[in-house]
């Protein structure tokens, strides 16, 4: 099969054995893969002569079934967004948990469906697995404030907490571009984070906010979240720092500080695991309803190093505006 393997921080295209499923595995045709941050700083890390598929996000046709696979038929339309740990989605066929896939929505083709798993996974275990925001009525009257506001991960968190909670939604956005983004995704306000943000929250007369997710680089924000979060509010990063930050100041707020990966309960194969293709599911009842919308901005074609090289470029350039995706081989 066709797939495209890093090798030594380089991708290049292979031809590979397709994959055996294990016990519980759906084997996927893949249709279309998106593009995400860990993808390239994965890419970066992989100093080896190793030929290692990434990619963390697809949508594509079930072809294959693991011997005591119960939860999908071949023929099936799906989406995942995988396993850091196994072989990823930038190859024609992906073995993956059926715990962690679920059928894909009707109304969205393979590419636009593919933009959102790995970032829906993330935003919506950081809202309700970690800060444990109330859904509609209990969050009414609560703020949200959302770091980086046109990536990926923030624009569809900023959908996920208009539709699933009551929360005031702020969202950060320097750039024209990003701003009408973040806008229609449907944040109620939008700061810039190119300037102190704390004049720009009192603005909007408030003095704290109870829920932060910070999708940026946690290091240049920490400080400055640690001041704006409320008492007893929360604060969720998705980006581990790269240096040691003082958590000491927050006892005094009894803030609770998490951190998300939506990758831990594939990792650690957790009792819950299943809870990911559970939310996926959920969110899939969403789109066709109308009430998420893909976030997919950017379309390449085909699936080659050639125009992967070019989202991973892009993506390292820091001003993509939601998703990039390929499709088709």
Known sequence: MKAIACVRTELADVELEAPVPAKRDVVVEVRAVSVNPVDTKVRRGHQSDDRRVLGWDAAGVVVGLGPEASSFAVGEEVWFAGAIGRAGTNAQRCAVAERIVARKPRTLDFAQAAALPLTTLTAYEAFFDRMRIGRGEASRGKTLLVVGGAGGVASIA???ARVLTETT?????????????????GAHHVV???????????ALGLKHVDYVLCTADTD???ATLADLVAPQGFLCFIVAPT?????????RKSVTVAWELMF????FETSDMGEQGRLLGEVAAL??????????TKRLAPITARTLREAHALIES???????VLEGW
């Open 264 to 267: 831990t309960r594939a990792i």
């Open 243 to 251: 240096a040691p930050i003082e958590i000491g100041p927050l006892q």
């Open 192 to 202: 810039d984070h190119r300037s102190e943000l704390r004049p720009q929250i009192e």
């Open 220 to 222: 240049p924000y920490f």
């Open 158 to 160: 900023i959908q996920l």
């Open 318 to 324: 820091g001003a993509t505006v939601g998703k990039i």
């Open 169 to 185: 939604v702020i969202a950060t956005a320097g750039r024209e571009e990003s701003r009408a983004w973040v806008k229609d995704m």
């Open 287 to 296: 789109v066709d309803a109308g009430r998420i919308r893909t976030t997919m």
